[in-house]
């Protein structure tokens, strides 16, 4: 009977430590209790957990396992793979909300054909359409920046289940479907944290295991119940708490969301709070009304969670360990992650299922037999994204059969493959001169397994334009390329003398073309092609002597184009240089009424000293040959950063030459990528032989200075620029104003 009852109890001890184990429970060494850090979730104000690392580490406090919710999951994992308080502090500092929010990847990486799309003024999220309806992406912001910052604070894409880390970790997140808390313990570390840190709304749930997870702090965001099932003797749980909302700041959608979302943060934590044991010790930062989204000022909270842990320094000694045992525990830890130097034998692409996986895969830039560079797998992830075809792109490190795999989970646009955007630019110079067009375009992508395109624009306003491009890749690294295209525009042309307009005229177009061209590299394109067509055109306003010629026009002509991109932002760019050169050559042989030629040539480049930006242009266009350019094609000139002081399009010629200096300083960063600028301009620069007497001669000199606001909705600018000859004038601008020009297909 006795040997029954003890072969009993060794059977349930060992079905304990069996389940122990599988739930990450090892046991602390004898002679001391196990101890778990249970770390809440708050958004910026978890960078207070900083400060209470810093204290245990100060007290030589072993931590045995670690659990999370959000924020508080991302320090607890940077904490166990073996990141200490310090080198937290010290990434903490470099961070913003910019940097973790502003999903653009750099734009170095940003395909030449996407930044040219870039130059028109769209505004607000890309819509999927899908069966007559629009589609809205399921977050305000992707993540992928904050996914990528994870990757390198964490440097454990390695690492599978959690309890091979240096200390045994969990996150804990929410099933979207079933509103379940979810206990995360292996997979990729940094994909368990941006689910772990998925806030509703703003930060796009993240698929994971067939399950869509969002911020576990929703149900369980002081998760002791999993520091419990961890075999935690001692739970240390640092409880952040939430700001005090004015009715003020309820008084909007925003603001009741956000409460009602801290009302159930709160609830979850009561409930856990309800579990603690007598040895457990709870650390309060006093955090008061820090806003758990100033991403700008991570360093506040992380002395205010010092400050806690101090005033439990008493009950906190008695978890430490003896220096050398502390000292040899530590450095068992730092040794447990070792690189691993092997070669890698493949790579894997998963998540695909429209795109080609051969296309997809030509763009990376890692391959079989690299070691594993953390640098270029990233380079690789931002390359991926900024294609534009996916939602989130990232990557793990497996080993599979013996095989060292690196994989790249790139998950395409659930609200795609169809997109809409829209937008508005234009100009206003409060001199009763108004250029302002609405911007709407329809993408169809992955028409075919090279990558096709089918892109339809429309612009309605000043110059009415409705126009289709299909865009053939020719290779499976779409270097090479076809594109027909159809355009039909609305166009009005003004006709000054001096500051009078003297003559309008009325321009509508049915154009059809075929280029050809290579992508060269990700910063420039070359396209050449032919185009046909007809052009009607009247005299609306003025003098029968300014008419601008016949009313029916052919067009046939041939063009070549080069355009180069390496700015490193489109607004305000601190660095780099654009250039472009076209050739257009219109000719009777292949329909044209008139035979023609023009060029045209400009470039810019800017230069940065702190927050001061000198930004250098010039422009030249011209005619080739003894042939004039009909009165509808000359070139228009005139208004802000094109020769400030004259009205928008109020100058005019069969030549141009034109040079300008923009200086322009940014007197503040604002939250979320916006920024303030004041900035002025010096411009000279010369037309020749204009269609109405009148218009300045020789060298136009002018100046400007403005105020540019990098907005939510695109550059806006408020300017004042005056001429030499005393014209001058106001501006108001959205969008890039005159130093890009509006993309015409072939022109």
């Avoid at 603001?255 to 009602?260: K, L, P, T």
């Avoid at 470039?603 to 005619?623: E, H, P, Q, Y």
Wanted: charged share 25%; net charge negative; hydrophobic share 40%.
């Amino acid at each position: 009977m006795r040997l029954h009852l003890a072969l009993q109890r060794a059977l349930l001890i060992c079905w304990l430590a069996a389940f122990a184990f599988a739930n990450g429970a090892t046991a602390a060494p004898s002679g001391r209790p196990r101890v778990c850090l249970v770390l809440a979730g708050g958004g910026a104000r978890g960078t207070a957990h900083i400060g209470v690392i810093k204290v245990l580490e100060e007290l030589r406090v072993p931590i045995d396992c670690i659990v999370g919710a959000s924020s508080g999951a991302l320090i607890g994992a940077a904490y166990a793979t073996g990141i200490d308080a310090d080198q937290m502090e010290k990434a903490v500092a470099g961070m913003n909300s910019k940097s973790l929010f502003v999903d653009q990847p750099p734009r170095s990486e940003v395909p030449i054909r996407t930044k040219i799309d870039e130059a028109r003024n769209y505004i607000g999220p890309e819509f999927g359409v899908r069966k007559h309806r629009l589609l809205v992406p399921k977050g305000l912001v992707a993540g992928e920046q904050l996914e990528g910052m994870m990757r390198r604070l964490i440097r454990s894409s390695e690492v599978i289940r959690f309890d091979d880390l240096p200390i045994p970790f969990r996150a804990v997140a929410t099933d979207l479907a079933s509103g379940q808390t979810v206990v995360l313990s292996q997979g990729e570390l940094s994909q368990a944290l941006r689910a772990s840190m998925s806030v509703p709304i703003a930060l796009a749930p993240v698929r994971l295991d067939g399950r869509i997870l969002v911020d576990g702090g929703v149900t369980d965001n002081l998760p002791l119940d999993v520091a419990r099932t961890m075999g935690a003797d001692v739970a240390i749980v640092v409880d952040l708490g939430s700001p005090h909302m004015s009715e003020e700041e309820m008084a909007s959608l925003l603001g009741v969301s956000r409460r009602i979302l801290d009302i159930m943060v709160e609830q979850s934590e009561k409930r856990s709070l309800e579990l603690l044991r007598p040895d457990d010790i709870v650390i309060h930062p006093e955090l008061g009304d820090f806003d758990p989204a100033d991403f700008d000022h991570l360093g506040v909270p992380i002395p205010l969670g010092e400050q806690a842990a101090r005033k439990v320094a008493d009950r906190l000694r008695q978890l430490s360990l003896p220096p050398e045992e502390y000292a040899a525990l530590t450095e068992r830890r730092r040794e447990k992650l070792l690189a691993d130097v092997r070669p890698i034998d493949e790579v894997r692409l998963t998540g695909l299922q429209r795109a080609n996986p051969d296309v997809v895969r030509a763009e990376i830039g890692t391959r079989a037999g690299d070691k594993a560079d953390p640098a270029k797998l990233e380079e690789d992830v931002r390359r991926l994204y900024a294609s534009g075809d996916f939602e989130h792109v990232g990557y793990g490190l497996l080993d599979q059969d013996g095989k060292r795999v690196v994989s790249f989970d790139a998950t395409e646009k659930s609200w795609g493959p169809n997109f809409m955007k829209f937008g508005l630019e234009g100009g206003y110079d409060l001199r009763g001169e108004s250029r302002f067009e609405a911007l709407a375009a329809y993408r169809r992508t992955w028409v075919d397994s090279l990558g096709a395109e089918l892109r339809t624009d429309l612009q309605l306003g000043r110059q009415d334009r409705l126009a289709t491009e299909w865009y053939q890749p020719l290779d499976v690294d779409r270097v090479f390329f076809l594109a027909p295209y159809a355009e039909i525009d609305r166009d009005v042309q003004d006709v000054f003398s001096g500051s009078q307009r003297v003559a309008r005229y009325v321009r509508y177009e049915g154009l059809a073309g075929f280029d050809a061209g290579s992508r060269l590299g990700r910063a420039a394109e070359l396209r050449s092609g032919v185009q046909i067509g007809r052009i009607q055109q009247r005299l609306d306003e003025g003098a029968a002597e300014l008419s601008p010629g016949p009313d029916r026009v052919g067009v046939g002509a041939w063009h070549a184009r080069i355009r180069v991109d390496e700015y490193e932002k489109l607004v305000a760019p601190q660095s780099g240089f654009a250039a472009t050169a076209g050739l257009f050559a219109s000719r009777a042989t292949l329909g044209a009424d008139s035979s023609y030629t023009r060029w045209d040539a400009s470039g810019s480049t800017a230069v940065s000293l702190g927050a001061s930006t000198l930004d250098l242009g010039a422009t030249f266009k011209g005619r080739l040959g003894g042939n004039d350019l009909p009165r509808y094609d000359v070139y228009q000139w005139g208004g802000f950063l094109q020769q400030s002081g004259y009205r928008i399009g109020s100058l005019d010629g069969q030549t141009l030459q034109f040079a300008r200096a923009i200086y322009d300083y940014r007197l503040a960063q604002l939250p979320f990528l916006n920024a303030l600028y004041a900035g002025a301009s010096l411009e000279a620069g010369r037309l020749g032989r204009p269609i109405a007497s009148g218009q300045p001669a020789g060298t136009m000199k002018s100046a400007s200075v403005f105020l540019l606001f990098d907005s939510p909705l695109g550059p806006l600018y408020f300017a004042y620029g005056r001429a030499r000859d005393g014209s001058s004038s106001l501006y108001l601008y959205i969008g890039a104003p005159a130093t890009t020009e509006p993309i015409m297909f072939g022109r």
